[in-house]
């Protein structure tokens, strides 16, 4: 009797229809939110949206993070949209209230890596209801109000050291790095400046660039860097802190996760700042050519045993340089460190051992960041912010872009653009690695549901 049920049960089940494709009528109640309470747990994901955005947060997480917040605070029923710089809310009250909607637009860019930190923990602390909404509100505002944690010479200071371990990374000797930190360190004030009379961004990349190159040829023709020097490390370096910059990560993180108008968005902007930077050392390299100066591009160095410790070493400080950069806690400066170096470590393992491609060596070194990143996440005391943007700093394109700069100032359009497409490569090896090991090694929420573009 027994095998004729079970097999009864099987037929049954094979025949049962599956469960919806999509949870759309969610239930309401049993008290709908009055409208006072949904407008003050909306605003207050919405600061908090803003804040992560701004801060180059993926639109994925970002949206994730204020559906929990409102869930948290009683708001189960609610959609995020994110459309690069937009983000919509709309919070559902079923068919005895009208759904409220809320949208705020993000005008602005931040790298203060410590108000992302302190917004994302009073995000956590709501969440696990240890805050009120009235309590939370009141330290979102004094949160995005604060001023930076440090002085912004020390962030200028931060760039400046990031160059000159980048160039001390490529192979260059001590005073190449120095004249990379004041070059460096020059474009950061220079677009300080700027940034106040309201340059655009493009101009502004397209200002370093053409600073980095003209200071470069101007120190080079005084004699201050001798021939043999390879003065286009101070370039490089350069391009290297400028790139820093660029949301990269964010682009093909968000594409991987299904939002694509904002990675389209994203990637135009990558697009159109890149280009900025293109034209300023082209322009540079061409007024240096006129004056009879040219700066051909340094060589790869070559991975061997007894430069190994030196760059891991300079990829580390670069990293942890970049994190203070960043206004970063100072706390996390040495986690930054320790991802910039073993990235590093791992490329430079996979080139000088398992004899692989620049892209394919830089992808798996990515994918080592990214892994750190997912394990951060777990413990909670360094934002993932700031392992993944500071461990990929050594693994930049810097010099490949500079080499492929050159070779298009000098007319070497085909070999340049063969040379522009690798450091593309690099760079899509680098977001998408990271993307992996993130993916891979990250908490695994318990309630599934999808919070769609």
Same mark, same amino acid.
């Given at each position: 009797?027994?095998?004729?049920?079970?097999?009864?049960?099987?037929?049954?089940?094979?025949?049962?229809?599956? *469960?919806?494709?999509?949870?759309?009528?969610?239930?309401?109640? *049993?008290?709908?939110?009055?409208?006072?309470?949904?407008? &003050?747990?909306?605003?207050?994901?919405?600061?908090?949206?803003?804040?992560?955005?701004?801060?180059?947060?993926?639109?994925?997480?970002?949206?994730?993070?204020?559906?929990?917040?409102?869930?948290?605070?009683?708001?189960?029923?609610?959609?995020?949209?994110?459309? @690069?710089?937009?983000?919509?809310?709309?919070?559902?009250?079923?068919?005895?209230?009208?759904?409220?909607?809320?949208?705020?637009?993000?005008?602005?860019?931040?790298?203060?890596?410590?108000?992302?930190?302190?917004?994302?923990?009073?995000?956590?602390?709501?969440?696990?209801?240890?805050?009120?909404?009235?309590?939370?509100?009141?330290?979102?505002?004094?949160?995005?109000?604060?001023?930076?944690?440090?002085?912004?010479?020390?962030?200028?200071?931060?760039?400046?050291?990031?160059?000159?371990?980048?160039?001390?990374?490529?192979?260059?000797?001590?005073?190449?790095?120095?004249?990379?930190?004041?070059?460096?360190?020059?474009?950061?004030?220079?677009?300080?400046?700027?940034?106040?009379?309201?340059?655009?961004?493009?101009?502004?990349?397209?200002?370093?660039?053409?600073?980095?190159?003209?200071?470069?040829?101007?120190?080079?023709?005084?004699?201050?860097?001798?021939?043999?020097?390879? *003065?286009?490390?101070?370039?490089?370096?350069?391009?290297?802190?400028?790139?820093?910059?660029?949301?990269?990560?964010?682009?093909?993180?968000?594409?991987?996760?299904?939002?694509?108008?904002?990675?389209?968005?994203?990637?135009?902007?990558?697009?159109?700042?890149?280009?900025?930077?293109?034209?300023?050392?082209?322009?540079?390299?061409?007024?240096?050519?006129?004056?009879?100066?040219?700066?051909?591009?340094?060589?790869?160095?070559?991975?061997?045993?007894? &430069? @190994?410790?030196?760059?891991?070493?300079?990829?580390?400080?670069?990293?942890?340089? @970049?994190?203070?950069?960043?206004?970063?806690?100072?706390?996390?400066?040495?986690?930054?460190?320790?991802?910039?170096?073993?990235?590093?470590?791992?490329?430079?393992?996979?080139?000088?051992?398992?004899?692989?491609?620049?892209?394919?060596?830089?992808?798996?070194?990515?994918?080592?960041?990214?892994?750190?990143?997912?394990?951060?996440?777990?413990?909670?005391?360094?934002?993932? &912010?700031?392992?993944?943007?500071?461990?990929?700093?050594?693994?930049?394109?810097?010099?490949?872009?500079?080499?492929?700069?050159?070779?298009?100032?000098?007319?070497?359009?085909?070999?340049?653009?063969?040379?522009?497409?690798?450091?593309?490569?690099?760079?899509?090896?680098?977001?998408?690695?990271?993307?992996?090991?993130? @993916?891979?090694?990250?908490?695994?929420?318990?309630?599934?549901?999808?919070?769609?573009?």
């Amino acid at each position: 009797m027994a095998p004729i049920l079970r097999r009864f049960r099987l037929r049954r089940d094979l025949l049962r229809g599956g *469960p919806p494709t999509a949870d759309l009528l969610r239930p309401v109640g *049993p008290e709908v939110p009055s409208d006072a309470e949904v407008v &003050q747990v909306v605003d207050l994901c919405m600061g908090v949206g803003e804040v992560l955005l701004s801060s180059g947060e993926p639109a994925g997480d970002t949206a994730d993070t204020m559906a929990r917040l409102a869930g948290a605070c009683g708001l189960p029923t609610v959609d995020v949209d994110i459309t @690069f710089n937009s983000i919509s809310m709309c919070c559902h009250r079923g068919k005895v209230a009208a759904p409220v909607t809320s949208m705020r637009i993000v005008h602005y860019r931040t790298t203060d890596l410590t108000r992302l930190a302190a917004v994302t923990d009073l995000a956590d602390q709501v969440t696990r209801g240890r805050v009120t909404v009235e309590a939370a509100t009141a330290a979102l505002t004094k949160a995005t109000a604060a001023r930076h944690p440090y002085p912004r010479w020390v962030a200028t200071a931060g760039w400046g050291g990031l160059a000159a371990a980048v160039a001390v990374l490529l192979g260059g000797t001590a005073l190449i790095a120095l004249t990379a930190f004041v070059v460096t360190a020059l474009i950061d004030r220079l677009g300080r400046v700027l940034t106040r009379w309201g340059v655009a961004p493009f101009f502004l990349q397209l200002t370093g660039g053409l600073v980095a190159t003209l200071a470069t040829v101007g120190v080079f023709a005084t004699g201050i860097l001798p021939p043999g020097t390879q *003065p286009s490390l101070v370039i490089a370096a350069g391009i290297t802190a400028l790139l820093s910059g660029l949301s990269v990560m964010s682009a093909v993180r968000d594409a991987l996760s299904g939002y694509y108008v904002t990675a389209a968005g994203r990637a135009a902007e990558v697009a159109l700042l890149s280009a900025g930077l293109l034209s300023g050392v082209i322009l540079g390299l061409k007024l240096g050519l006129e004056f009879g100066i040219g700066l051909d591009p340094a060589q790869t160095v070559s991975a061997d045993v007894a &430069q @190994f410790g030196l760059s891991t070493f300079a990829a580390a400080t670069a990293a942890g340089m @970049f994190a203070l950069a960043s206004y970063a806690p100072l706390r996390s400066l040495a986690a930054a460190a320790v991802a910039g170096g073993t990235g590093w470590a791992v490329y430079g393992a996979l080139t000088l051992y398992a004899d692989l491609g620049p892209a394919t060596a830089t992808g798996v070194a990515a994918a080592v960041v990214g892994a750190a990143t997912g394990l951060s996440r777990r413990r909670g005391r360094v934002h993932a &912010q700031v392992i993944i943007l500071a461990g990929i700093i050594p693994l930049l394109p810097g010099l490949t872009a500079y080499r492929g700069f050159y070779q298009l100032a000098t007319q070497q359009a085909t070999t340049g653009l063969v040379t522009m497409t690798l450091a593309l490569a690099i760079g899509l090896a680098l977001a998408a690695g990271v993307a992996l090991g993130d @993916f891979l090694t990250r908490p695994r929420p318990r309630n599934r549901r999808a919070v769609r573009d």
